[in-house]
């Protein structure tokens, strides 16, 4: 499994709307609202050689409110 974090800026009003259905995927690992140019912070692990974009926009870009996502590949923990 690899980790990869996912932040996702929403339409305005629509934050809680976004983490209450990404909630609900039982996907990620961690959810976090944050502050600055995205609202949510997600932490996800997939599977070794899965297809991380079709991943993402299969379980989550897809979820109505979400304005722009930024995907963040890990490499190695230290």
Known sequence: MKPIFVQL???PGKTYEVADAIYQTEL???LYSTSGDYDLLLKVYIQD???IGKFINDNIA???GIVRSLTTLTFKAF
């Open 62 to 64: 897809n979820i109505p």
């Open 28 to 30: 990620v690992s961690e």
């Open 9 to 11: 800026q929403c339409a």
């Open 49 to 51: 050689g899965q297809d």
